[in-house]
């Protein structure tokens, strides 16, 4: 393989609990200052101040290290966190996409059951009532505040054309092209926030 093939590869490095505690055990950073405390003078009348004093240096070091490791635990559940709402909203958007699809046949006319459709709608939309105001990303906000306005809007047309479905064919043609837009959007917003990823953590392209 040339290096440009190589380099033109996403390589992923994935770390072991184990070897990271070898790896460790066995590092200069470890090893010398084991060995410096072992050849201390322990049986000479200053080594209480030795052990006063390595006390204190390893005091100072948990007290950095503890403050660092809880930093970035926070920040590991904070992006973790981000990225299940976002996955929650593209696979919304893309149900909802899905649905609306489905109310049309392969030549584009209307084939739905408006009953049917009025009661799937009707569930996606309590869905969007009750359950993503804890999502405080803007972008998001904005594109599932757009969904939660836009489904009554569906809904009413469904109602309305029940008994003429073809008067109604411009309205849910519209609304078709709206909701593939929001699951473009959406899977757009994905896309940005696992970029830090490796390939194979990454959401799985639905639509």
Do not use: C
């Amino acid at each position: 393989m040339r290096l440009k093939d190589f380099l033109a590869h996403e390589v992923t490095i994935r770390f072991r609990a184990g070897a990271i505690l070898m790896w460790l055990l066995l590092s200069p950073a470890v090893v010398l200052p084991l060995l410096w405390l072992w050849t201390l003078p322990w049986d000479s009348p200053n080594a209480p101040s030795w052990v006063q004093a390595v006390g204190s240096v390893s005091a100072i070091a948990v007290a950095v290290w503890l403050p660092w490791h809880e930093r970035n635990r926070r920040q590991a559940e904070e992006f973790k966190r981000e990225i299940g709402l976002g996955r929650r909203l593209y696979y919304a958007a893309f149900e909802i996409s899905g649905h609306v699809d489905s109310l049309f046949n392969e030549f584009g006319a209307l084939r739905y059951r408006p009953d049917e459709s009025v009661t799937i709608f009707t569930g996606l939309y309590e869905r969007f009532i009750h359950s993503f105001d804890d999502d405080l990303d803007p972008a998001r906000v904005k594109l599932t505040h757009e969904l939660r306005q836009n489904l009554p809007l569906l809904i009413a047309n469904l109602r309305v054309f029940a008994s003429k479905q073809q008067e109604g064919s411009s309205e849910l043609s519209a609304a078709q092209v709206y909701y593939r837009e929001a699951v473009r959007l959406s899977w757009q917003q994905l896309v940005e926030a696992e970029q830090s990823l490796p390939s194979n953590q990454r959401t799985p392209r639905a639509h």
